[in-house]
């Protein structure tokens, strides 16, 4: 059944793009007593010389972590309260929205949704204060063993496997249960939110295959990048010049920055054709009054 497409989602990737670090480096580590750089570097031998997937090989190299092991999901879930966030975030999922708060706005039922997602632990951000800003948040699960330790992977979102939760996105509810196949085809006037109305937010080269499939489908992409670092401002200037993304912007979240700006001038289009949209679809509705003469 054809849906009335009047929400619009903004889509995050969360390691340097709504915070400054990777979840590891800023909560686990500190808390496992692990050396980062020394945990990373042994991540990458086992992607290059054992072409490990990147989320594999870090995920075995915490699993053979004794202490680690003795986690649970639960002590995962509260280490989310120490993470650090860029300026602005969480306060913009609750002020970027109040702009949509007019007449017009409210009587085409025009929703603003957020949503996370991460190649990070989920377990991690859902104890966040992030979690109950967003819709939803995806990434990589843990399952628990008899002794409610965690001991396995059970579910793993990879860079490109990020592009599986964004079809979730768009297709609705009942995608977002895992068992229900992602692939069953629906056409684009039966979709949620179809990619024009989703506007993705990455930061880097780990971001690109979501980047590309929003883009070519209509939406928008925006890279962020760390204002202290260099690195990561070549890094986003070298995806808008490649055309992966339709802007960049330095990651500060609070208002009147030129992040935020952009933010709210995708989102206000996306508003805008919506309303267009749903006029000319009432419009044809309306009967004419047969001609006389
Ligand atoms: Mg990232």
């Given at each position: 059944m054809p849906q009335p497409q009047n929400i619009i989602a903004i889509v995050y990737d969360y390691d340097?793009?709504?915070?400054?670090?990777s979840m590891q480096d800023d909560v686990l580590f500190k808390r496992l007593g692990l050396d980062g750089k020394e945990f990373w570097e042994k991540t990458n031998r086992l992607k290059a010389?054992?072409?490990?997937d990147d989320e594999m090989a870090w995920i075995r190299l915490l699993l053979e972590t004794p202490d680690f092991r003795s986690l649970g999901n639960g002590d995962l879930k509260l280490m989310g309260q120490d993470l650090r966030l860029y300026p602005g975030v969480p306060d913009v999922f609750s002020e970027l929205g109040g702009f949509l708060n007019n007449e017009e706005y409210k009587r085409h039922g025009i929703v603003l949704e957020h949503y996370i997602v991460t190649s990070g632990l989920q377990a991690i951000l859902t104890g966040s204060v992030l979690n109950n800003q967003v819709e939803r948040i995806f990434g990589c699960e843990l399952d628990e063993d008899s002794s409610g330790t965690v001991f396995w992977p059970k579910r793993v979102i990879s860079h490109t496997g990020k592009t599986q939760y964004l079809f979730r996105i768009t297709k609705g509810?009942?995608?977002?249960?895992?068992?229900?196949?992602?692939?069953d085809h629906m056409p684009d006037n039966e979709?949620?939110?179809?990619?024009?109305?989703m506007l993705y937010i990455g930061d880097g080269p780990t971001d690109v295959p979501s980047f590309a499939v929003v883009t070519s489908r209509g939406g928008k992409a925006l890279a962020v990048y760390d204002g202290e670092s260099q690195a990561s401002f070549e890094t986003c200037m070298s995806l808008r010049e490649a055309q992966r993304v339709d802007e960049i912007a330095e990651a500060d979240y609070r208002g009147d920055t030129h992040l935020r700006r952009l933010m709210e001038h995708y989102v206000k289009q996306m508003a805008i054709r919506i309303v267009a949209n749903q006029e000319l679809e009432h419009s044809k509705k309306v009967i004419k009054a047969p001609r006389h003469g």
């Open positions: 340097r793009t709504l915070s400054p670090w010389d054992r072409l490990y509810l009942e995608y977002m249960d895992f068992s229900r196949d992602v692939n979709r949620r939110i179809p990619f024009y109305n």
